[in-house]
């Protein structure tokens, strides 16, 4: 018969397995006793400083003190806030330089664009419907009166904004080298924007829009070439039926066929050619060193330091 406490044999393997086992669950439930207290206490420290919780943590993946180099990553470890250059020449961000204008531009575009998905779930581009929607809006849809002033108000304050805009870009000098393309860019997207405000003027189809829509597309006759009353039309083929005019209103008259292509223009065609131009504006920005600014790039911690230089000997 073999010894059962013999290590060698069956039973005593069995045995030797069994305590090593037992010794282990031992340890392990020791081991949660401290554990638990201890993780428990780290969970609720963590509560009390959100910064310190795995979930804070496994977003924001920099410390929060704030260093230069923090701010720094804050802003490249961001995917909206990398879109912006991590320093910047403090002046050249001043409001009494830039005005905001840009900025102001662009959100200004951001909420007519979002109002204007809105208008699209309640208007139909038709002339029985398109006045009749309209009314809708202003008098039965729940908010629907003051979504279209958001909408109107957005545009023509659009319109202003990106004038201003270029007057300040003319008047700080900022179309010179190294902007010249980015003022280019820039005439590109006067010209989209005041075609938006154009063809979303039809839109409504009240008297308003279709006068202005027939004074505008009027004009389109006298174009060279392309308008068969303008320069060298008529040399060129150029009729009432044929001509630029004809090819915006989608015939020679102001109706159905206007409405629909101004709305596909000014909902569809016209917003992603802006949008694309508006990234490679942005870009340009950064790519052509920031905001033009009156001076060099100082960080805010060495804003309160005394300045080198001959000018601070003087001082
Ligand atoms: C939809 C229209 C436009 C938008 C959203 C827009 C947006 C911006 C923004 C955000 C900036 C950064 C500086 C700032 O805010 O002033 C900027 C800079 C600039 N924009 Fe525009 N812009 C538009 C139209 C124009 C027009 C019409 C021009 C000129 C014809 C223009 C020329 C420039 C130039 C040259 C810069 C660089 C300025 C500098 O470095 O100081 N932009 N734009």
Redesign the pocket.
């Known amino acids: 018969m073999a010894d059962e406490n013999n290590p060698n044999g069956k039973n005593g393997n069995k045995v030797g397995v069994l305590e090593k086992v037992t010794t282990g669950v031992k340890e392990d439930i020791q081991a949660l006793k401290t554990d638990i207290p201890t993780k428990a206490k780290e969970q609720i420290e963590g509560l009390k400083d959100p910064t310190k919780t795995q979930v804070y943590t496994s977003i924001f993946r920099h410390k929060h003190d704030d260093t230069p180099r923090n701010r720094a990553l804050g802003v490249l470890s961001n995917v909206f806030l990398h879109l912006h250059p991590a320093k910047i020449n403090r002046d ?1 961000v001043r409001y009494s330089y ?6 102001i ?2 959100y200004l ?1 951001i909420i007519l664009t979002y109002t204007g998905v809105l208008l699209m779930f309640y208007y139909h581009p038709s002339k029985v419907q398109a006045f009749r929607d309209v009314l809708y809006l202003e008098h039965d849809v729940p908010f629907g009166k003051i979504l279209r002033n958001m909408h109107r108000w957005a545009a023509h304050l ?1 319109v202003i ?3 201003l ?2 007057f ?3 008047l ?1 000098g ?2 010179k080298k190294p ?1 010249e393309f ?6 590109l ?2 010209v ?2 005041l075609l938006l405000s154009f063809t979303g003027y039809l839109l409504p189809d009240d008297q308003l829009g279709f006068w202005a829509v027939t004074v505008g597309t009027n004009m389109a006759r006298a174009t060279p070439l392309l308008g068969h009353e303008g320069p060298f039309g008529s040399m060129l083929g150029m009729t009432p039926y044929n001509d630029v005019r004809f090819g915006l209103l989608g015939g020679s008259i102001v109706d159905a066929n206007a409405l629909l292509r101004s709305y596909i223009w000014h909902c569809i065609g016209i917003p992603i050619v ?1 949008s694309i ?2 990234i490679v ?2 870009w ?2 950064r790519k ?1 060193g ?4 009156p001076a060099p790039v100082m960080l805010e911690a060495e804003a309160d330091k005394p300045r080198r230089g001959p000018k601070a000997a003087g001082e």
């Open positions: 050249a830039t005005w905001g204008m840009g900025g531009t662009f575009f659009m904004g990106v004038w805009h270029m300040r870009v003319f700080t900022s179309y902007r980015n003022w280019n860019i820039g005439v997207l006067l989209f924007t802006a131009l508006m504006h942005f340009r920005v052509d920031g905001i033009s600014g």
